[in-house]
């Protein structure tokens, strides 16, 4: 079934279902400390933008992704059959 939720530790999988839907990869502002670290999300600009939300490159993205040891869980399609932007980093089994 396409609505049903995968999980994904892919990076080229990642980044290519994120662009794919407009979002780009970002850190809570109020997290981002230092260069490596925070709390990751995707924000999708064009639509909702999220102030609380800081843009970071792809790298820095990904290294805070091993570091934490996190795992993309997304969904292709909602019931129904419509692009579904839902997704959220969840902890690797």
Known sequence: MRN????????DEI??????RGGVPSIVRATHE???????????PEEEPDEGLEEIGWDEFFKIFDRNKLAF?????????QESRFCK????T
């Open 15 to 20: 980044q290519n279902w994120i662009e794919q």
């Open 89 to 92: 980093f969840v902890a690797r």
């Open 73 to 81: 869980l997304h969904q292709d399609q909602t019931a129904s059959g």
């Open 34 to 44: 230092r260069a490596g670290s925070g709390i990751l999300r995707v924000d999708f």
């Open 4 to 11: 049903q939720a995968n999980t994904t530790t892919d990076h």
